[in-house]
């Protein structure tokens, strides 16, 4: 007995009454996809647009499943309906998410879709009972419509949306359906009644989803709308701000203390000046207009009159001092420098000028002392950072040269990194020379011999630049007495500017570099063929960050620091145009007191092979350093020395080590996030008074003032970043030795 006998629903609807309400249900789903296709076009929802794909799809489930049913013997059409109800709720999940903002990839949805035309073929044609098939694939479509259920329950707590109420009802309803369909679907009495019930929730769907969409579309125009009312007010606020703009430019203008001048671009007839131009030239704002700039500039003897309007832009910019003549006759020395700019709709030039006079050369050195001070406070940081990986460097090089045999082109080579990486220590060291006052090394240099080694290493780069270097060198030539590495970085610092100088040239470079001697000076000049300096750019080239290259290729500190090391040598670097007729540099050393004589050199090896275990105290040393790589380092040559060690990356860590625990020494940065190196002293120290002798601090910046001071202060010996293994030992023991009572010491 079929199941709708049972439940006496063939006595209130029968079969063929729901056939006919299927064949309803079906000719309203395509009517709801022609009603989504046309709503789409004005609402223009990504979300819409899927779900009008969903419906049609849907649409094409219930045709297939109208003309299906009762026939089962094609596996054809069975295959493309399950397929098409898979698809459509692809769809609809797809549109859901694309609702609420979530991304899923094209691709993946594409996948998914091939497996359901997959499934749904194997299930067409090889599984003998429909509900293999069915029940995988609707069992999916019931948990996800339940995951959009539970989607749109949480945007209806966030946007009082009637259509998501009724979207979150209907997916529930519609993932109970999908749940239970194939059951349905396989009793043939009641397939008409699951097309029903489809239809009906397919109905709520689609009038939820549309009323969605109206709801949103209503809130965005409102919203928009607001959007233009708040842009009146704003674009009312904007117009008082730029009244107010104009005339808080008005007022600055006025009131600016360097002189304005506005004036034609054809004839330079003055359109406007500011107060401080007023003064300058002696004329007011109303008679400004009968004045013309070109008429207050006295012209040098030996300057050519400028012709066009550009040639005197240029001349009134470039001219150092510019001579003007005021109306009562007066002559007042000023820079200027002047841009194009446009003046009630039209093309002018505005000129700032400034006077040359005692009180604005005093207030130009002040500004450039300002700013050699805040050059030497990043030099400072600067060098504290380099020196960190220096110092790793130079020790593990010291630690592989001493403590392994090597093979001899290997201990070579390394002895060539350590000399190169102590090199590199000491620019950072010329560096804080340039930032403050520091001593430097000083012995007997040849600038021959200098040069020589300098050409050999820059063979090859000449060779690339295709430029032809001519020495002319000195045979007799006094030495000078010069920090070596000083010297042989100006020197390169002067070859690199002309090369660099030279690149672009359609002819062969050409490089010169002769020495010679005069009276009780010697002089190094280097020469190119390049196109040269500027002229009125020569009294600007020794400035700190002044540079004529392009952004990128200088720093604009080579002269700078070069003229800051001639001066602690007592010489000069100066410009003079070249023979070669492009740029000169010279360097002029004073010439050496001693007797001319060979200067010893070293012959060793930057790191003897091995080393001695010092004569000292065993000790137990803490080493504190927030650079895990110096820390190792340290720890391991002090561990190479034979001592015991702890390392520790942060202060307050090792402040609870010094309380547990009894430590010889502690060697311990300066420089520390958290407590720096005066900070932790004091805290140490409190805890222990008898550490105050044995803490050894670590700094990479060993010219900074306060740094210098509290060193000072406290008496301790410290270590300069970067240190080496010999230095080490003979400090730490002499700490240890110092602090220790003699009979402990062996």
Request: charged share 20%; net charge negative.
């Amino acid at each position: 007995m079929h199941f709708l006998n049972r439940i006496g629903l063939d006595l209130i609807f029968t079969r063929e009454y729901l056939k006919a309400g299927v064949l309803v249900s079906l000719l309203s789903v395509w009517v709801l996809v022609g009603l989504f296709y046309y709503l789409n076009r004005y609402t223009r929802r990504r979300y819409f647009t899927i779900w009008t794909a969903a419906w049609l799809f849907y649409a094409l489930w219930i045709t297939l499943s109208f003309g299906v049913q009762g026939d089962r013997e094609q596996p054809l059409l069975v295959m493309l309906e399950q397929w098409c109800v898979g698809v459509a709720a692809v769809f609809l999940l797809w549109g859901s998410a694309s609702f609420h903002g979530q991304h899923i990839r094209s691709y993946l949805l594409g996948w998914f879709m091939a497996f359901l035309l997959f499934w749904s073929y194997v299930g067409a044609y090889y599984l003998s009972k429909p509900l293999e098939m069915q029940i995988p694939v609707f069992t999916l479509i019931a948990v996800a419509s339940g995951v959009n259920a539970v989607s749109f329950l949480r945007y209806r707590r966030r946007h009082p949306y009637i259509g998501a109420t009724l979207l979150m009802a209907g997916f529930f309803l519609w993932g109970a359906y999908m749940a239970g369909y194939p059951f349905l679907e396989n009793d043939e009495s009641l397939t008409s009644l699951a097309l029903f019930i489809s239809a009906a929730l397919q109905l709520l769907l689609a009038v939820s989803m549309i009323i969605l969409v109206l709801e949103e579309v209503r809130e965005t125009h409102q919203a928009a709308l607001a959007q233009v009312a708040t842009g009146k007010a704003e674009r009312a606020a904007l117009q008082s701000k730029v009244l107010s703009t104009e005339e808080r430019y008005r007022t600055l203008f006025d009131q600016a203390s360097e002189a304005i001048v506005i004036t034609a671009t054809d004839d330079f007839r003055i359109l406007e000046l500011n107060q401080a131009a007023q003064r300058l030239l002696g004329i007011t704002r109303a008679e400004a207009d009968q004045h013309r700039l070109t008429a207050f500039c006295q012209m040098k003897t030996t300057s050519a009159t400028p012709q066009t309007p550009l040639e005197w832009f240029h001349y009134l910019c470039e001219q150092r001092p510019l001579n003007l003549a005021r109306k009562d006759g007066g002559l007042v020395p000023l820079e200027a420098s002047g841009n194009e700019v446009e003046f009630d709709g039209r093309p002018a030039f505005q000129f700032f000028m400034a006077e040359v006079t005692e009180r604005a050369r005093l207030e130009q050195q002040l500004r450039q002392a300002e700013k050699l001070s805040a050059l030497g406070q990043m030099i400072s940081g600067v060098a504290h950072e380099l020196n960190n990986p220096l110092a790793v460097v130079k020790g593990y090089l010291e630690l592989i040269l001493a403590h392994h045999d090597l093979p001899p082109q290997t201990r070579a080579d390394l002895e060539k990194v350590a000399h190169e990486s102590n090199r590199a220590a000491k620019l950072v060291m010329n560096f804080l020379s340039f930032a403050r006052e520091q001593p430097a090394h000083r012995e007997l240099v040849n600038l021959n011999d200098l040069v020589r080694r300098l050409v050999e290493l820059r063979k090859f780069d000449l060779m690339v630049a295709k430029t032809e270097l001519t020495l002319e060198l000195e045979p007799e030539l006094p030495r000078v007495s010069a920090d070596p590495d000083q010297a042989q970085q100006l020197v390169v610092n002067l070859i690199n500017n002309a090369l660099q100088a030279m690149v672009d040239l359609s002819q062969p470079g050409r490089l010169k570099i002769t020495t010679r001697s005069a009276n009780d000076r010697v002089q190094l000049l280097v020469e190119d063929n390049g196109p040269g300096v500027p002229a009125h750019l020569v009294q600007k080239i020794f400035e700190p960050f002044f540079t004529t290259k392009e952004v990128g290729t200088g720093t604009g500190l080579g002269l700078s620091i070069a003229h800051s090391i001639m001066t602690e040598h007592k010489g000069r670097i100066y410009h003079q145009p070249s023979t070669l007729g492009g740029a000169g540099f010279v360097l002029e050393f004073p010439a050496a007191d001693a007797p001319e004589r060979e200067t010893a050199r070293e012959t060793v090896s930057p790191v003897a092979k091995s080393i001695e275990t010092p004569s000292r105290c065993a000790g137990h040393i803490l080493v504190l350093d927030d650079e895990k790589s110096i820390a190792e380092m340290l720890s391991e040559m002090l561990g190479l020395l034979g001592y015991t060690t702890t390392v520790c990356h942060v202060p307050a860590q090792a402040l609870q080590l010094i309380k547990g625990q009894e430590f010889d020494l502690i060697i311990s940065d300066f420089r520390m996030p958290g407590l720096n190196g005066e900070q932790f002293f004091s805290l140490a120290t409190k805890q222990k008074p008898e550490l105050a002798r044995r803490i050894i601090f670590l700094t990479g910046d060993v010219v900074n003032e306060e740094t210098l001071k509290f060193l000072k202060s406290i008496g301790n010996p410290h270590l300069a970043k970067p240190f080496d293994l010999a230095r080490v030992k003979t400090m730490v023991a002499e700490v240890l030795r110092s602090n220790a009572p003699l009979e402990e010491c062996k």
